[in-house]
């Protein structure tokens, strides 16, 4: 049995989820009622872009004057990249000692951390995809019915 509500529109929901999506991933399927997908989604991408931010550091990572072309992809990780960009302007960069033997340095943490953000937001575009899809399907009564209540019967 589908259900029709007026403020149930494919339009008003797709874009609605589309905003929640780009503000914090896996909020549109949430919003939706595919509760598992948004969960694994929002966990997947917060993990990947602040574990990126805690590789290389939060006021070298999402930095829009050095790195333009990279912060149009963490852009795409919405509320990730905004508050990472906020919290780099508070967060005064301790210096790192420049030929300290006891410091030892592998790869280049800063290059590593600006792909694994970046990668975050081309990954939550492919989200935002995904959401727009599923958002224009019409919601149906047992979509929204716990599963152990779809079997019961009265």
């Known amino acids: 049995m589908k259900i029709s509500r007026a403020e149930d529109k494919p339009q008003i929901r797709m874009s609605v989820a589309a905003v ?8 549109g399927h949430l919003f939706i009622g595919e509760r598992m997908r948004g969960l694994i989604i929002l966990v997947t ?14 006021s070298n990572t999402v930095s ?16 990730h990249a905004l508050a990472a960009w906020g919290l ?13 033997p ?4 592998f790869g280049r943490s800063e ?6 953000t970046a990668i975050c937001g081309m990954l939550n575009v492919l989200v935002i995809f995904d959401v727009l899809v599923r958002a224009e399907k ?4 047992s979509d929204r019915a716990p599963p152990a209540a779809k079997g019961a019967t009265g």
């Open 20 to 27: 929640l999506t780009w503000l914090l991933p896996g909020a």
């Open 45 to 58: 991408i917060a993990l990947t872009f602040w574990g990126g931010v805690a590789i290389g550091g939060i």
């Open 88 to 100: 780099g302007h508070w967060v005064d960069p301790s210096p790192v000692p420049k030929k300290d």
């Open 111 to 116: 290059e590593i951390s600006v792909v694994y």
């Open 64 to 79: 829009p004057g050095g790195r333009s072309l990279w912060f149009m992809g963490q852009i795409c990780a919405g509320g």
């Open 138 to 141: 019409p919601m149906v009564e």
């Open 102 to 105: 006891t410091f030892v340095a």
